[in-house]
Nanobody
Framework: VQLQASGGGLVQPGGSLRLSCAAS????????MTWYRQAPGKQRELVAS???????GYADFAKDRFTISRDGAKNTVYLQMNSLKPEDTANYYC?????????WGQGTQVTVSS
């Protein structure tokens, strides 16, 4: 499975971004799609996940601000991020878990700064 993340950029505090993760195969066959992020000098952390059934999960910092969703027709998973804060600055990665294996995308940089 190949994953292509996009949608990152520079945004002011309080702004919004929508990240996309396009998969090379049907996301209906992928057990779980997950967004992670990693800030400089910090460990990678889970942001949000969505299962093949549509069930979702969020890190505490993402609840009420971020929404993960998917479009089966486009084989794409999205991460809508609202009310962004400077501490959300990080490289955001998507991961697919399928057939007991993990596949990672290349990451997209999100910078929140005035």
């Amino acid at each position: 499975v190949q994953l292509q993340a996009s949608g990152g950029g520079l945004v002011q505090p309080g702004g919004s971004l929508r990240l996309s993760c396009a998969a090379s195969k049907s996301i209906r066959s992928i057990n779980v799609m997950t967004w992670y992020r990693q800030a400089p000098g910090k460990q990678r952390e889970l942001v949000a996940s969505i299962g093949s059934s549509g069930s979702t999960g969020y890190a505490d910092f993402a609840k009420d601000r971020f929404t993960i969703s998917r479009d089966g027709a486009k084989n794409t998973v999205y991460l809508q991020m609202n009310s962004l804060k400077p501490e959300d600055t990080a490289n955001y990665y998507c991961k697919a878990f399928v057939n007991s294996s993990n596949y990672w995308g290349q990451g997209t940089q999100v910078t929140v700064s005035s």
